[in-house]
């Protein structure tokens, strides 16, 4: 089955400091990748929507300059927290949609995630 | 407004009844609704998707239904087992086109015990 990445599973890092996320599909192309936010015991919270090549879209309440995501290629998102608050620390998740087209298209393939804590 | 509820209380039952999860939905469309199972400390994984004109789907032991009239899926699994034990997260696709774009219930917890 399909495969996605996130690369590291956990980091801890000082406030004031930027933290970068790695999402990567391993065994398919994807132009679309999502990432959410997962506080405990809560759902998930899409953040944006990752579009190879373009700019990515944001969710309503959520600071396109505090958190850069960057889709150069069709394996690759990133997520880069910047000048993080302990108020950042939670569970990141990244998802992929297969590039092929048809109705299996439309399952998101989700990474095992990534803790962050800010200290 | 809109909202996604599923069941808010952790579903309790004995390894080999049917365990069966509600997800309510107001003021969305969903061309699609899709039923995911997230282990602690992991990311969600895909079970099964099922479409605004499909009444019901199944796969192995799983089965959903999808009412676009009561805005309502039931997400049922048969002969339990301790190994399904995790939560279950319903989502719906908005978007109609290839965007795929997913909102989430807040997911039931679901303990299977021997």
């Known amino acids: 089955g399909a495969v996605v990445s996130q690369h590291p599973s956990r980091v801890i890092c000082k406030s004031g400091t930027s933290v970068k996320i790695e999402c990567r599909s391993l065994?398919?192309?994807?132009?679309?990748m999502f990432w959410y936010r997962q506080f405990p015991k809560q759902s998930l919270m899409l953040m944006a929507t990752?579009?190879?090549?373009?700019?990515?879209?944001?969710e309503q309440g959520v600071e396109k300059d505090k958190f850069l995501i960057n889709h150069a290629s069709l394996t690759l998102s990133t997520l880069t927290v910047t000048s993080a608050h302990p108020e950042d620390s939670s569970f990141y998740i990244c998802?992929?949609?297969?590039?092929?087209?048809?109705?299996?298209?439309?399952?998101?393939?989700f990474g095992p995630g990534t803790r962050l804590t800010v200290t | 407004s809109q909202k996604i509820e599923q069941n808010s209380e952790a579903l309790n039952i004995q390894e080999g009844k049917t365990a069966t999860l509600t997800c309510n939905y107001t003021?969305?469309?969903?061309?699609?609704l899709q039923w995911y199972r997230q282990d602690p400390g992991r990311g969600p994984v895909f079970l099964l998707l099922?479409?605004?004109?499909?009444k019901e789907k199944r796969k192995e032991r799983l089965k959903v239904t999808f009412d676009t009239t009561l805005k309502q899926s039931l997400f049922h699994i048969t002969a339990s087992q301790p190994a399904d034990s995790a939560t279950y997260l319903c989502?719906?696709?908005?978007?109609?086109?290839?965007?795929?774009?997913?909102?989430f219930g807040q997911g039931t917890e679901l303990s299977v015990k021997p």
């Open positions: 998802s992929a949609r297969d590039s092929g087209t048809g109705l299996s298209s439309r399952e998101q393939y």
């Open positions: 065994d398919f192309q994807a132009t679309t």
């Open positions: 990752s579009n190879e090549g373009s700019k990515a879209t944001y």
């Open positions: 003021n969305y469309s969903p061309a699609y």
């Open positions: 099922i479409r605004e004109n499909e």
């Open positions: 989502a719906l696709d908005i978007t109609g086109n290839q965007g795929g774009k997913l909102i």
